[in-house]
């Protein structure tokens, strides 16, 4: 474990996290919001669909299954799960417009040529038909305990709550006092006094808070169900991150390359061709005028100098030696040396990372803290690394002026992809204001 300090100050992150409230406290507000009554609106629509649904794939696959027997069952099949398929679509949408909930769709049949035989066996043999099938099976005993939960719930709620209001209409037009409770031979008992009136509105506006809770309670098995059955599978979206993080990677190593062909040409390149250049009018001179030759000779010593510190920064900015040779320790100790605002550096490893995630970490601090020399008009930085069980954990702090966005297009985005590329997660906490707080995950991979 090593800490220590180096002394030694703009990147204005962008805009803070915004906070919304109300003076009303959530719990009143939620029976009336348009989250609750689009939840409640979701639940009475899964009934009708979810019975047309189970009648849908039941008969559909009932009707393949007995027609195996000829050749008929194989298409009827495959469109019984291709159809299921489409009506999958269709509860995204709806999940989506009344849920929010935002579910991509699952891989698309891989059909190879062969036409209508391929499409079929491409159908039968597809996971996300299947699961579609069977969300349609499982929905209907779920909407119906869920549709009469939540109608129970929200229409006791109102009508008890709005008691004291239509409570008149029952001794006008009904014929009795009110609400029976109970009633036989000899007794009845009505809610029919002031007090007894208020104590069941009392008793609604209990029901009508707590219905848009028990309604969201619901639709989270619905959420649950859409997203396990309808979506794509953990395996195709885990190929999907691989292929994007593939691209990322791939996409990293050519802006690097592009990089470093850039500053060889501007930078040592640049220097070695008026290097060439100067010893070649020194050689002339040599003869003729010896003095002007050597003062030559001495500007391109100089030059040389010169270019030599401009690769050994190249280098170092490819893979620095001491990172091979002693680790992130001694490497980070290097980096906030040099950093314009003083770096307290806490480093608590008793051992090393995989090489790739070594460097990975060392760039990301790196970058971190050339943000906060250009843009946090910090005073001091902090930097930590430790390891948490299998993962590497880096934390960068400032307390410079805050507001740093992580949004597409900012340097801090295209960190956050390079990070993700390895499955990193890079967390941004920046209130205008400060401080600015940067907490980096990293796989060990050791």
């Known amino acids: 474990m090593t800490t220590t300090e180096y002394g ?5 992150y962008g805009a803070g996290y915004g906070r919304r409230g109300g003076r009303v406290p959530v719990g009143l507000r939620a ?5 609750a009554w689009r939840e409640f609106l979701y ?4 009934l009708p669909i979810s019975i047309a649904l189970f009648t849908y794939a039941v008969t559909m696959f009932a009707l393949g299954v007995g027609l195996l027997v000829t050749f008929l069952g194989i298409p009827v099949l495959a469109g019984a799960l291709a159809g299921s398929r489409g009506l999958g679509a269709l509860e995204r949408v709806r999940a989506r417009g009344l849920l929010g909930l935002d579910v991509a769709a699952p891989e698309p049949l891989r059909v190879r040529k062969g036409g209508a035989m391929a499409w079929m066996w491409a159908a039968l043999k597809d996971g996300a038909s299947w699961r579609a099938l069977l969300y349609s099976v499982l929905h209907l005993p779920w909407a119906v305990f869920s549709f009469g939960v939540a109608v129970t719930v929200w229409v006791t709620g109102w009508s008890l709550l709005s008691y004291p209001l239509w409570f008149w209409v029952l001794p006008v037009y009904g014929g009795q006092d009110g609400i029976q409770l109970y009633g036989d031979a000899t007794h009845q008992m009505y809610l029919d006094n002031p007090f007894e009136i ?3 509105a009392a008793v609604g506006l209990l029901f009508v808070l707590a219905a848009p809770w028990i309604t969201r309670a619901l639709t989270t098995v619905d959420r649950l169900m859409v997203h396990g059955l309808l ?3 953990r395996l195709a979206t885990r190929v999907v991150e691989l292929e994007s993080d593939r691209g990322v990677v791939v996409d990293t190593a050519a802006a690097d390359l592009r990089r470093i062909e850039r500053d060889l040409h501007d930078g ?4 070695l061709v008026n290097l060439a250049m100067d010893l070649g009018l020194a050689k002339e001179k040599l003869a003729e005028d010896p003095q002007a030759a050597a003062r030559m000779v001495d500007e391109a010593h100089g030059e040389v100098k010169t270019a030599l510190q401009e690769l050994r920064d190249l280098a170092r900015g490819i893979h620095p030696a001491v990172l091979t040779d002693r680790g992130l320790d001694a490497a980070l100790s290097s980096v906030a040396s040099r950093c314009a605002v003083p770096v307290r550096l806490d480093v608590d490893l008793s051992e090393r990372p995989a090489p790739a995630i070594e460097g990975i970490a060392y760039f990301t601090v790196s970058e971190l803290l050339q943000n906060i020399t250009k843009h946090s008009r910090a005073r001091s930085a902090w930097v930590d690394v430790w390891r948490v069980e299998n993962r ?3 934390q960068v702090t400032d ?5 740093a966005d992580s949004g597409a297009g900012s340097g801090l985005a295209g960190l956050a992809g390079r990070l993700d590329a390895v499955d990193g997660i890079l967390v941004v906490d920046s209130p205008e204001g400060g401080p600015t707080r940067v907490t980096a995950e990293l796989p060990w991979r050791g």
């Open 198 to 200: 208020a104590v069941t």
């Open 31 to 35: 029976p009336f919001a348009g989250r």
């Open 399 to 403: 307390d410079g002026v805050g507001g």
């Open 268 to 271: 040592a390149q640049a220097r």
């Open 43 to 46: 639940v009475l629509l899964s």
């Open 8 to 12: 030694h100050e703009h990147h204005q």
């Open 392 to 394: 590497l954990m880096l």
């Open 231 to 233: 979506g794509p599978s």
